[in-house]
């Protein structure tokens, strides 16, 4: 069985690069090459033509990218055929050797966090996944199901803290004595990242969400939780920089390492990459991929 933290380190090692391409097909940006129809959402060609889109980003990243990151809203916009073809689109990351960490941002209580979390980390799960997102607003005990599945299976989790949104300092900010809240969440997530530490690389499989946009609070928030994975948005398109993104990162055998930097739209919708040219939309694709690769891998190796 995998440990999730020591998978992802270790593949981030092989490849120098720390990048994570998030899968957002918005339909009304898919590349001229793959549009069928009208692609509208309940349209029966849709799905069909965002799973051959991705399944061929899939194909262009293959060997450089250690992780890809689904967004589950954009695949339920669909209905049942996006889901059936998130499913699809999972079994071919997996296929090509990158972990699937599923952005669902999930976070409920009971019963309700035991079916979520059979749902993709358990080991007849019907929909796998690697790894998946968690909001802690309701309490760590909505967390502890996550928790158990993770750890019995050698599955992640990555728990919001700090976001890269403009509007997460309406409550992240908040300060609780003389911390912030993301901050407190960071501390009482101490524990349970202990538990989860990896046995070949002490990285844990218990991961955090902070924002390229934020430095600063990555670096408190590095201090508070040493060897947790952090899961980096922002990068790219958003404004962050590959040195903003790698802020909360520390040094590892081959440089700096800690965490995975997210792009979604500047490499999936890249300058010129709009064209039902194979051979042109190849090349767009490939320098968005190379671009992102060589700054990250620059930012993580000064």
Same mark, same amino acid.
């Given at each position: 069985m995998q440990h999730f933290g020591d998978a992802l380190i270790g593949r981030v090692r092989a490849l120098g690069n720390p990048l994570c391409l998030g899968l957002d097909p918005y339909l009304d940006k898919i590349p001229a090459l793959f549009r069928d129809g009208d692609m509208s959402p309940g349209n029966p060609l849709t799905a069909p033509a965002v799973e051959a889109f991705l399944k061929a980003m899939l194909d262009r990243a293959e060997g450089r990218v250690a992780v890809v990151k689904p967004q589950i809203a954009f695949f339920e916009r669909m209905g049942w055929r996006g889901m059936r073809m998130l499913d699809e689109v999972s079994a071919h990351a997996r296929r090509l050797g990158m972990l699937v960490l599923l952005d669902a941002k999930r976070g409920d209580i009971g019963s309700t966090a035991d079916a979520y979390a059979g749902a993709y980390l358990a080991a007849d799960a019907p929909m796998p996944s690697d790894a998946i997102t968690l909001n802690p607003y309701l309490g760590r005990d909505t967390l502890q199901p996550f928790f158990t599945?993770?750890?019995?299976?050698?599955?992640?989790?990555?728990?919001? *803290?700090?976001?890269? %949104?403009?509007?997460?300092?309406?409550?992240?900010?908040?300060?609780?004595? %003389?911390? #912030?809240?993301?901050?407190? *969440?960071?501390? #009482?997530? #101490?524990?349970?990242?202990?538990?989860?530490?990896?046995?070949?690389?002490?990285?844990?499989?218990?991961g955090i969400v902070v924002g390229a946009t934020y430095p600063g609070e990555a670096e408190r928030i590095r201090e508070i939780l040493p060897r947790t994975i952090f899961l980096v948005p922002g990068y790219g398109a958003q404004g962050g920089s590959a040195a903003d993104a790698v802020n909360g990162f520390v040094k590892g055998p081959n440089g700096l390492e800690g965490g995975i930097v997210n792009s979604s739209r500047g490499i999936l919708y890249p300058a010129g990459a709009d064209t039902d040219s194979a051979a042109v939309w190849e090349k767009a694709v490939d320098a968005a991929i190379g671009k992102a690769v060589n700054e990250l891998g620059e930012a993580v190796s000064a």
């Open positions: 599945t993770a750890k019995a299976n050698g599955r992640g989790l990555f728990i919001l *803290v700090k976001t890269s %949104n403009p509007g997460s300092g309406d409550y992240q900010d908040l300060k609780i004595g %003389n911390r #912030s809240l993301a901050e407190t *969440v960071a501390d #009482s997530l #101490s524990q349970m990242s202990g538990e989860m530490e990896g046995p070949e690389t002490g990285w844990s499989s218990l």
